[in-house]
């Protein structure tokens, strides 16, 4: 396939373009500097910048652009930006495509959303179909889905990917919690009865590569380990997999001292599940906790 990438530097990005080149697609990022390679090329989203001819050939775009969440502590002028960057590529993206000629649209757009869409739903089980939440993610989520609508309504197939927390020791949730869970300092957030709805990178990646063949889907779709976990349970886990123990918990009110707004996030409750993933006959590589944390600490070389 010829497929158009936004967000390929990001930490989803880099992975699913190496993925896509090995599996001998031919890929094109969509870069905001100057390019560097023929496989490069400028865009302005904030500008609403895009040269249609770009668009024109390819099968398949993927949207992964974004500022990070948990990047940054968080204050107004961040919390603009994870909109913005969100909105605007995603409308830039969605408007080029419906106003290309009926023969010139790609086929699908398969464009980045989040869990952050439920909101906190404590306990209760969501799927594809549970309505959006409340909160500055769903919010978020909702005006970022709501961006997509110029290609739905051209009749290309848009998938929106509500991702949840993937695993991998590099980047995402890992990452800032090796040391600290290393050391021997780390524990649970807040009451940790929250839900956290986790993915191993290998079926992120392998969900994702499922979704651009399967035409037959579309809309929202959950991209979660089918066997979501409360936080405490996620720190037992995690300990255990470092030989770690984690004994001390990290307070409500210490978070919001380190996190600013973020800290809200993190103590949000979200059990989420694969619906469509699993009634596709998505084949998860690591559907358990343990599995995907072995998989995210231990990668294959």
């Not at 599996?23 to 904030?46: F, S, Y």
């Not at 040391?179 to 986790?198: V, Y």
């Not at 993915?199 to 392998?206: F, G, P």
């Not at 969900?207 to 037992?236: C, K, M, Q, S, Y």
Request: hydrophobic share 45%.
């Amino acid at each position: 396939m010829r497929i158009l990438l936004a967000g390929a530097s990001g930490f989803l990005g880099t992975r699913l373009a190496d993925r896509l080149v090995a599996d001998g697609h031919q890929i094109t990022r969509l870069v905001r500097r100057a390019p560097r390679v023929p496989q490069e090329l400028r865009w302005d989203p904030a500008a609403g910048q895009l040269d249609p001819a770009a668009v024109a050939g390819s099968d398949v775009v993927v949207n992964l652009a974004g500022a990070g969440v948990g990047d940054k502590r968080w204050n107004d002028d961040y919390r603009r930006l994870i909109r913005t960057s969100r909105v605007d590529s995603t409308t830039t993206l969605a408007t080029t495509i419906a106003g290309l000629p009926a023969a010139d649209r790609p086929k699908t757009l398969l464009n980045s959303s989040a869990v952050g869409w439920y909101g906190n739903t404590g306990d209760r089980v969501v799927e594809e179909d549970s309505p959006a939440g409340e909160g500055f993610l769903a919010d978020v989520c909702r005006v970022w889905e709501a961006a997509t609508r110029p290609a739905e309504d051209a009749g290309v197939r848009v998938v929106r990917l509500r991702t949840g927390l993937p695993l991998h020791r590099d980047g995402g949730l890992l990452k800032p919690q090796l040391l600290p869970f290393r050391l021997g300092i780390a524990g649970r957030l807040g009451s940790g009865r929250q839900w956290l709805p986790w993915i191993s990178m290998a079926d992120w990646l392998d969900a994702t590569l499922f979704l651009l063949d399967h035409d037959d889907i579309a809309g929202p779709v959950n991209v979660v380990g089918p066997n979501p976990v409360t936080n405490a349970e996620f720190t037992r886990e995690f300990a255990r997999q470092l030989h770690r123990p984690a004994i001390i918990p990290i307070p409500a009110l210490a978070l919001k001292v380190a996190l600013g707004g973020f800290a809200h996030e993190a103590l949000t409750s979200t059990r989420v599940v694969p619906t469509v993933l699993t009634r596709a006959g998505y084949p998860f590589r690591h559907p358990t906790l343990p599995e995907a944390l072995h998989a995210a600490l231990n990668p294959t070389r």
